[in-house]
């Protein structure tokens, strides 16, 4: 069971770092690969470089050479050929051999090719074999055919030619047709060697990584000047130096050190970073732009939160594991009347705590420590104020939880309910004096109604006493006998004394009426206001249960009533609740009690204020409405059947008027009038 | 004290045992009564049948179902059916203060229930008395309007000025009419206004106007 989330774990953390690392590595990987792609481009550039001036130099060798065996041919022209003295043509030649090197032998022949005469270059002595040379095959003698058929100099392919010591070189013979009226009279024969071709007129430009040399078409080599390394870095370049009769190619090899790795790699590290920061400087606009932005929603997120802290009723307090204050809000300090810095960081025993309960908290929080949840819905507990004023307040805990989801203390969120308190103490109290009045008022309902019920029986008894005193007065016969007489006058004693008896008991009643009615004085300047704020915190509660909507209205500029407050008060409630109750019935929907106070008819001697409380409930059936003031009948079964009978004994003791009528379109509406306090009535 | 002849007492009262028991109260002391149960059935009765020429009191509870006996009070005195008929009320429980404002507003009495010895009848009879002397003066009022009717202008003249205390040969000149004239119309004058001497006229006349 344990393992399956290990391994699932284990393999998100895989797939988390590969993901993470992926990027990295992509780009590490292209960087490198950027870089390496730059120094073989870098290199590849170099090489072309090198071959492309290995080309012009061999170039710049064969223009060299070819203007320098054109110059030679023209030397070779004007050598005094005509003249019959050979002297001179020898002396002139040797003057030729000795200025070019390049050139080994020149020979004057005639238009047979017989010799004439000839001259040896002083720097190279070489063992002609004049048989071979003057062979019908020979070289020499191709060449000058090719003359003859050219009509102009001519040059022979390159042969090897025995040095005689063992050694040998590449020859080249040039035949030179020399001619006089247009008619050829002999030939002039100049033998090159290639070594010193090379040698004279390509040396003085060669460097010395380079190579030169005569091949031919296959490859073979016939001269070679300089000596190139070998190696890998050879560089190659191939020239044709074509000549009337022959072709030789000039080719030219270098060698060129390894392009330098290391200034590539730092040319492409600087583009690289270059690069890098450019992108790495973007990057960082974007994301200080992104973070300005995030601080700004972080500074607005924490200015909101502040405000919310600092305009919160509600007490605020964190405590770490150890119970340690770590943070209160300012709402908390003013409720206990400590400053933030009294408090934070304490621990066992809070300054606010009562010194008398200070062991009752120290274990509710050793209970909170050990990892007992508190009550969701918070709980009740009592604090200390600085100045030792003591005050209720109802305490929510709930842990915290960090984000890595380690439970690392307690909140703790605080509401002063003492204000609460009052309130339901005050609204307790009001409801008391309420009740208190209520069964005063019930009681002396009742008194009123004995009083009432008695007193017209005893009038009634008191009535016919007396009469029949009146008549046996009158009917006193003179001339009675004395036992008649006697008789006569107990009876007359008897009815005296019921009608003292009756007038006893109506003292009586009277006595105890007046005692429970002694509160008929206590009348005073009570607004209509006053009285409605009086009576509607119990209304409204008995309208909530029932879902009625209240409405009171009064009339402005309403003089005071003159009343007795709690009397009219109990008047009030009970209309109210009347109403309320006729409206309790399921085939009601809207139901709505409305108390409207306004000036009724008066006159300048006396103002009258009225009272209406209207329903929109069942209404009253007729039978009922005949009988409604009737004390003792009532339609509810829990009902004394007092409530009306009284009302209208209180509106009647202040002179008003309580009557009833039906309410447009459905309930009923009840009215009372009070006189209006006019200053003059005490 | 003379016993009123004539007189009714009127009581109102819902409660049936109480009228009955005033009215026979009353006839013990020779008084007629008629009794009703509502403020509504006497103010029938008074609307069909006015009150005559005789002496009468209204006995009236003050609390009854339907109209109250206050309210009876104001319609009655707003009709001015009160100046010959004394109201005297009837309170059942301690509606005193009630009550003492509606004498001061004219009412004649009240009385608290139950009653002691005779003195409600005696209110009663002082409330007929009352009655009875207010209707005396108003039958006297109306009797000097008859006889003053019944003189001539001629004769209305010569009493004007005998009252004024005028000689007859003074009249005679003012008139401009023989003394012998004066003489026939003074005794005439005499004679309608039933008085034998001028001092009766004029005080017949200051008390009636």
């Known amino acids: 069971m344990t393992a399956v989330p290990v391994k699932r774990t284990l393999l998100q953390r895989w797939r988390g770092a590969w993901r993470r690392w992926s990027l990295w590595t992509a780009l590490v990987l292209l960087v490198v690969s950027m870089l390496a792609t730059m120094v073989w481009l870098a290199g590849r550039y170099e090489a072309s470089q090198v071959q492309t001036r290995l080309e012009r130099d061999t170039a710049d060798a064969v223009s060299d050479i070819r203007t320098a065996l054109t110059h030679n041919v023209q030397s070779l022209q004007a050598l005094p050929s005509d003249n019959p003295s050979q002297l001179a043509w020898e002396v002139d030649a040797s003057e030729l051999l000795r200025n070019r090197r390049e050139l080994v032998r020149i020979e004057l022949r005639d238009a047979n090719l017989r010799m004439r005469t000839h001259v040896q270059s002083p720097y190279r002595p070489v063992a002609w074999d004049m048989r071979l040379r003057d062979s019908g095959q020979s070289d020499l003698t191709i060449a000058c055919a090719n003359a003859r058929r050219l009509g102009g100099p001519a040059y022979s392919s390159s042969y090897f030619q025995p040095h005689g010591d063992g050694l040998g070189s590449e020859m080249m013979e040039l035949c030179v047709p020399l001619s006089a009226s247009g008619r050829t009279i002999g030939y002039l024969v100049a033998t090159y060697a290639l070594q010193d071709i090379l040698a004279n007129l390509v040396g003085h430009n060669l460097t010395r990584s380079q190579e030169a040399s005569f091949t031919e078409a296959d490859g073979t080599r016939l001269a070679v000047l300089g000596a190139a390394r070998r190696g890998s870095r050879m560089f190659s370049a191939q020239h044709l130096l074509d000549l009337p009769g022959g072709t030789l190619v000039l080719r030219m090899d270098s060698w060129h050190s390894a392009p330098s790795l290391f200034p590539n790699v730092l040319t492409a590290l600087v583009t690289a970073m270059s690069i890098a920061l450019v992108t790495v400087m973007v990057v960082l606009v974007r994301d200080n732009r992104r973070r300005l932005r995030a601080e700004r929603d972080l500074a607005d997120a924490l200015a909101f939160r502040k405000a ?306 209207t329903d929109v409930g069942t209404g009253i059936p007729p039978e009922v409405a005949e009988r409604l003031f009737t004390p003792f009948f009532t339609t509810r079964p829990e009902g004394m059947g007092l409530g009306l009978s009284m009302c209208r004994t209180v509106i009647e003791q202040h002179g008003g008027f309580l009557g009833f009528a039906p309410n447009e379109p459905r309930g009923t509406v009840f009215t009372f009038t009070l006189p209006v306090n006019n200053g003059t009535t005490p | 004290m003379e016993p009123i002849t004539n007189a009714t007492v009127y009581i109102v009262d819902d409660d049936a045992s109480v009228r009955e028991a005033l009215a026979w109260l009353l006839r013990s002391r020779r008084l007629p009564s008629e009794s009703f149960d509502s403020a509504e059935a006497f103010d029938a009765m008074l609307q069909k049948r006015p009150p005559q020429r005789q002496p009468c009191c209204l006995l009236l509870d003050v609390r009854m179902p339907g109209m109250s006996g206050l309210a009876l009070f104001d319609v009655l005195a707003a009709r001015g059916d009160l100046s010959t008929m004394p109201v005297i009320f009837l309170t059942g429980h301690a509606d005193v203060p009630t009550a003492v404002d509606t004498v001061k507003r004219g009412a004649f009495d009240f009385c608290e229930k139950p009653f002691s010895d005779n003195a409600l009848v005696d209110r009663i009879e002082q409330a007929l008395a009352q009655s009875a002397e207010r209707l005396a003066q108003v039958r006297e009022r109306s009797d000097l309007q008859v006889r003053l009717s019944e003189l001539t202008e001629r004769e209305r003249d010569v009493m004007d000025l005998v009252v004024a205390g005028l000689p007859n040969k003074l009249i005679a000149d003012q008139l401009d009419i023989s003394v012998r004239t004066v003489e026939v119309h003074r005794s005439r004058v005499f004679d309608k206004m039933q008085v034998k001497s001028a001092v009766e006229l004029a005080n017949l006349l200051r008390t009636g106007h």
């Not at chain 1, 605020?316 to 810095?341: H, K, W």
């Open chain 1, 308 to 613: 919310m802290e600092d305009s919160l009723v509600t007490g605020l307090r964190a405590r770490d594991l150890e119970g340690r204050i770590t943070y209160v809000n300012p709402a908390f300090c003013e409720m206990v009347g400590f400053s933030p810095q009294e408090l934070l960081g304490l621990s066992m025993s809070a300054p606010y705590w009562p010194p008398e309960r200070v062991e009752e908290y120290q274990q509710r929080q050793a209970i909170r420590f050990a990892g007992t949840m508190p009550p969701r819905e918070g709980f009740e507990s009592e604090f200390m104020r600085k100045d030792g004023t003591r005050f209720p307040v109802l305490i929510i805990e709930a842990p915290l939880i960090n984000a890595q989801g380690q439970h690392t203390g307690w909140m703790s969120a605080f509401l002063d309910i003492s204000e609460q308190r009052r309130v339901e103490e005050l609204s307790r109290a009001s409801q008391e004096r309420l009740q208190a009045t209520a069964r005063l008022a019930t009681v002396g309902e009742m008194a009123s109604l004995l009083s009432h019920e008695l007193n017209q029986p005893l009038a009634a008894i008191s009535s016919y006493a007396n009469g029949s005193i009146n008549l046996l007065e009158h009917a006193t016969p003179v001339t009675a006998s004395a036992p008649e007489s006697d008789a006569l006058e107990d009876v007359r004693m008897a009815m005296r004394q019921i009608a003292r008896q009756a007038e006893r008991a109506g003292r009586v009643i009277k006595s105890v009426h007046d005692f429970v009615r002694r509160r008929d004085q206590a009348r005073e300047a009570v607004h209509a206001q006053q009285l409605l704020d009086a009576i509607l915190p119990l209304v409204s509660l008995q309208a909530r249960k029932l879902g009625v909507r209240v409405n009171t209205s009064v009339e402005q500029g309403l003089a005071p009533a003159l009343c007795d407050r709690t009397m009219v008060e109990q008047v009030l409630l009970n209309l109210a609740r009347n109403a309320m109750q006729a409206m309790d019935d399921p085939s009601v929907r809207t139901r709505v009690l409305d108390i409207r106070v306004r000036r009724a008819a008066s006159n300048p001697h006396n103002g009258w204020i009225e009272f209406a409380v």
